[in-house]
């Protein structure tokens, strides 16, 4: 310890010791980067790479990391609220459930309740955000029953949720009596990705730089905050260094999404319909990034903010870390557990609204064991269960993971028992690790 | 019973009483504060001083007795409603949110926003080292949660947080158990300071030289009831030792419901 106040010499011991460090060590102090979540990355990464390798390289392909994508997206979205769940302390064994029964009626809704007794008719252009909505609605309700049992009757979330896991799916069936609804309307089915739910080679180019330039604005942004009041700055080769890294992704992703065509069955059937002119084998259209990825990228966007940069998040973390302190601090400690599963049966609903868009139809088993998945996402994501730590970045890595376990698998023809023995052990290990990692750390 | 009785008085507590499972931890407790007072709390561990000044600060709901503030009956249900009276409280366990930093736990509930209703993280760090650096000039630590600070720096992070808002009343439960002499000094300088400008002081501490040096009145607690009162000129430490530890009131004193009977 220095007893300077001078920002530049701020932590005086580790100052000191900096000298002696590695120029990994260096490297990473200067440009902030978090270790952890760059361990998940590079696990992401050597999974992708076996997975290649065994597969004989049918895994990093286009083709697949798009599908890859569009197939994490309904447990990302949920796995955002997971981690404020699990940060207070909490759990949600109720998601897949929820997720199932808001299905249900989000699909009743369009394709019966809106055509025939209301008399919108089909493909009306307004079924979707009703249909929407009705399913935000209705998430949002058993979120809020959930969080008021569990914050004002006192009961233990995990109780609460285990009750939520068999009425929910109790209440799913009872909607139709357990028979299946389908088609869903047309706009409706665009937020299940395929070619129609993407946005195309042009979009898909605009959307990545709207990105590079919002990154890059705020690391500015930062900067300039961080002069005003004379702190500690980054070097600068740091800051240049973390905008090329975060664009060359983004743009990396956004050339992967183009260049996964259209499969030739389409564009011959486009062809026929008058849609396209040419030869078939000469038309490649990009898909481009999928509607249901751009959601859960935006709703992770969303959470991210609402995590980090307002009260609410704020309250989330301290009431992880120390619910009686909060308490204490004259904070209504209550309605922020409350919020929380508001939040999260409102994710439930987005994440049903992908699910059943991309399966086309509202099945009584939906979402059966998504509550596991999620869960796992979010602990793999560095959420401690002990909580007050966690990331929604963290979880969406970790919803990645779980998903190129399990495609990954797919792809390589493994039996379906022993999927989910590996999946089970990869979860104990990843865990086990990362209490390894925590322990270091102190 | 009290030093300026011109003024009526900031906090009057009267009869407070509350049990846990058949406990009394206090019983029919009355102690008054007047503005620019130091009333030192003096007890036995156990005594009840923790839980009767947690029941002023909203942290515990009172079975039965009346708390008025500014000579007028106050509702005090919860810890929201002590801090809207300018209630500040210096708990003993610190009461820190451990796993966030020193500013996020300076402003906690009472946040600086941006003009768009974001956290303003980086005028509450500002504010954050402007106000440690009066209170522990080589705390540097701003970074990291507060779990990973020492003892006497956490309990720093507590004072600042209390001083930080305009307090009117503040409680300070054992402020100095952890802090080092030198940090010990500035807490006692701080003390007189605020009570200078006018604040009102509840201090619980064991240490009797202590207190005699910035209290001006003290209140001492026995199994939960009040042994007596006695302004610090009229008692010496003797004696208040002997209310401490046997509950006998000296002449100087006021007795109180628990002073032995003689
Ligand atoms: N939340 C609680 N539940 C049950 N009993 C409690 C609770 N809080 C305090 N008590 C009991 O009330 C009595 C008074 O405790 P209190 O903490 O007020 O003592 P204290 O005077 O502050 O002691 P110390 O000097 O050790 O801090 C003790 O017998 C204690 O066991
Ligand atoms: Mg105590």
């Given amino acids: 310890m220095t007893d300077s106040t001078e920002p530049q010499t701020t932590q005086g011991t580790d100052t000191a010791r900096a000298s002696e460090l590695s120029v990994v060590a260096k490297f990473i102090r200067a440009t902030e980067l978090d270790t952890r979540m760059l361990g998940m990355i590079g696990a992401l990464l050597l999974i992708w790479i076996l997975f290649d390798i065994f597969s004989g390289g049918l895994f990093l392909t286009p083709r697949n990391l798009w599908n890859l994508s569009v197939q994490t997206a309904s447990v990302a979205v949920m796995a955002t609220g997971m981690v404020l769940v699990i940060v207070t302390r909490n759990i949600d064994l109720s998601v897949g459930s929820i997720l199932g029964f808001v299905g249900m009626i989000m699909a009743v809704t369009q394709a019966e309740l809106l055509p025939v007794y209301l008399g919108f008719g089909f493909d009306n252009p307004l079924t979707w955000i009703i249909a929407l909505l009705v399913g935000i609605v209705v998430g949002a309700a058993i979120g809020g029953l959930h969080g008021y049992i569990i914050a004002y009757l006192g009961v233990p979330a995990f109780i609460v949720t285990l009750g939520g896991l068999l009425v929910w799916r109790g209440a799913a069936w009872w909607v139709t009596s357990g028979r299946t609804v389908a088609p869903m309307d047309s706009t409706f089915r665009l937020m299940g990705g395929g070619p129609a739910g993407s946005i195309g080679e042009i979009a898909s180019w605009i959307v990545g730089l709207i990105v590079c330039v919002a990154l890059v604005a705020m690391i500015f942004n930062s900067r300039r905050q961080r002069k005003r009041f004379q702190f500690p700055l980054r070097p600068v080769w740091a800051e240049v260094f973390l905008g090329t890294l975060g664009c060359f992704l983004v743009l990396g992703a956004v050339l992967i999404a183009n260049i996964y065509y259209w499969p030739i069955g389409i564009i011959r059937k486009q062809i026929k319909a008058g849609l396209l002119e040419g030869v078939e084998t000469e038309i490649f259209i990009g898909h481009g990034v999928a509607i249901p990825v751009l959601i859960a990228i935006c709703v992770a966007i969303v959470m991210t903010f609402l995590a980090t940069r307002t009260r609410f998040g704020r309250y989330v973390f301290a009431l992880g870390g120390n619910p009686e302190a909060t308490d204490l601090a004259g904070i209504n400690t209550r309605w922020v557990t409350m919020k929380i599963f508001i939040i999260m049966g409102v994710l439930c609903a987005i994440a049903a609204a992908i699910s059943t868009a991309r399966l086309n139809a509202a099945t009584n088993a939906q979402g059966t064991l998504d509550e596991l998945l999620t869960i796992a996402a979010a602990v793999i994501g560095g959420t401690s269960l002990a909580g007050g730590v966690g990331t929604i970045a963290g979880a969406m890595i970790g919803a990645l993971v779980m998903q190129s376990l399990q495609s990954g698998m797919v792809l390589m023809g493994l039996d379906t028992p022993l999927q989910n023995i590996v999946v089970g052990i990869v979860l104990v290990i990843a865990v086990w690790l990362d209490s390894v990692y925590r322990r270091a750390q102190h | ?262």
């Fill in chain 2, 1 to 262: 019973m009290n030093t300026n009785t011109a003024t009526q008085p900031l906090v009057d507590m009267r009869e407070l009483s509350i049990s846990f499972g058949g406990i009394h931890a206090v019983e029919q407790a009355s102690v008054d504060l007047f503005p620019g007072e130091v009333v030192a709390l003096l007890g036995h561990n156990g005594a009840g001083k923790s839980t009767l000044i947690k029941i002023l600060s909203g942290a515990y709901q009172r079975d039965g007795g009346e708390i008025d503030i500014d000579g007028s009956l106050a509702t005090i249900d919860n810890p929201r409603d002590a801090k809207g009276y300018g209630i500040e409280t210096i708990y003993q366990t610190l009461a820190l949110a451990d796993n966030v930093d020193t500013a996020a736990n300076l402003f906690l509930g009472r946040e600086l926003l941006t003009p768009w209703g974001t956290l303003d993280d980086v005028a509450m760090e500002a504010k954050a080292r402007e106000v440690m650096g009066r209170l522990n000039p080589r705390f540097q630590r701003f970074k990291e949660p507060v779990k990973a600070l020492s003892g006497g720096q956490r309990q720093s992070v507590a004072i600042a947080r209390a001083i930080l808002f305009n307090a009117r009343i503040l409680i300070m439960d054992e402020p100095t158990a952890a802090l080092g002499p030198e940090e010990t000094a500035q807490v006692s300088e701080l003390i007189l300071q605020l009570k200078s400008e006018g604040i009102g002081i509840f201090l619980i501490s064991h240490d009797i030289a202590d207190v005699f040096d910035l209290a001006d009145r003290v209140a001492v607690m026995k199994n939960g009831q009040v042994v007596g009162y006695a302004k610090t000129g009229d008692v010496d430490k003797d004696e208040v030792l002997g209310m401490i530890i046997l509950g006998k009131c000296p002449p100087g004193a006021t007795p109180g419901p628990g002073a032995l009977a003689s």
